[in-house]
């Protein structure tokens, strides 16, 4: 079975500061890669997916991931980060149909 | 357009009662999903009906959990009898045909507390 972890369960940053969240997953074959965010309060959205094509992925709200194959990597990345950041993200990877997801990295923005 | 909704949002229930969620997809959204997320950790896969047809559900933990999804609209999961560790926040979402090239759609989740 697939899994994906996330080695980061919760960041705290100052606004303005760059964010890096780690997301590793253990399927050798194709897989498809998404981020999502849970605001608090609200449901889980997408952040932005990869299928295929460029590894570099820009999504929603000033936010990009790389997808790096040879490490089965697909980390978040976003410059300078605000307090309305503030949210739970998940990595997801899926097979054909099924969502494998981490456990979550809470990121707190102090304003 | 309307999304995926969850009722109720949350639900308190003695051990060994009966709580049924319901999920209403997308519409025109033929796979719908159920996941649950135990104690902040991750969101674990129940299920997945493609139409009113049961595709996967190798992640429903034992035979107290029972879902349906009539004429392939909305869905349910019933819980009978309900255990302190089935406490947790449950999620349905759902997606358009295709292998797996599409994002789901989430619903809010409906809180379970069994106490």
């Known amino acids: 079975a697939q899994s994906v972890s996330q080695h980061n369960h919760h960041v705290i940053l100052s606004e303005a500061a760059s964010l890096e969240l780690g997301c590793n997953y253990s399927?050798?074959?194709?897989?498809?890669l998404f981020w999502y965010v849970q605001y608090p309060g609200q449901h889980l959205q997408l952040l932005l997916k990869?299928?295929?094509?460029?590894?570099l992925v820009k999504g929603i709200k000033g936010f990009e991931a790389e997808f790096i194959k040879s490490k089965f990597s697909f980390n978040l990345r976003k410059p300078s980060v605000q307090w309305s950041d503030t949210a739970e993200y998940f990595c997801?990877?899926?097979?054909?149909?099924?969502?494998?997801f981490g456990s979550g990295t809470k990121l707190n923005v102090k304003p | 357009e309307a999304g995926v909704t969850q009722f109720p949002s949350h639900s308190v229930i003695e051990k060994g009662q009966t709580v049924t969620l319901r999920c209403d997809p997308i519409?025109?959204?033929?796979?719908l999903y159920w996941y649950r997320r135990v104690m902040g950790k991750e969101i674990k896969f129940l299920l997945h009906?493609?139409?009113?047809?049961?595709?996967?559900e190798s992640g429903m933990p034992n035979n107290r959990f029972l879902a349906e999804r009539t004429g392939g609209t909305y869905s349910t999961l019933k819980v009978q009898p309900a255990e302190l560790e089935d406490s947790g926040v449950y999620f349905c979402?759902?997606?358009?045909?295709?292998?797996?090239?599409?994002?789901?759609?989430f619903g809010q989740g409906t809180r379970l507390t069994v106490v």
């Open positions: 997801a990877v899926t097979n054909f149909n099924k969502f494998y």
């Open positions: 990869y299928f295929s094509g460029d590894p």
């Open positions: 399927y050798g074959g194709t897989v498809n």
């Open positions: 009906f493609v139409k009113e047809s049961k595709q996967d």
């Open positions: 519409s025109g959204h033929d796979n």
């Open positions: 979402a759902s997606s358009w045909p295709g292998q797996g090239r599409t994002e789901a759609f």
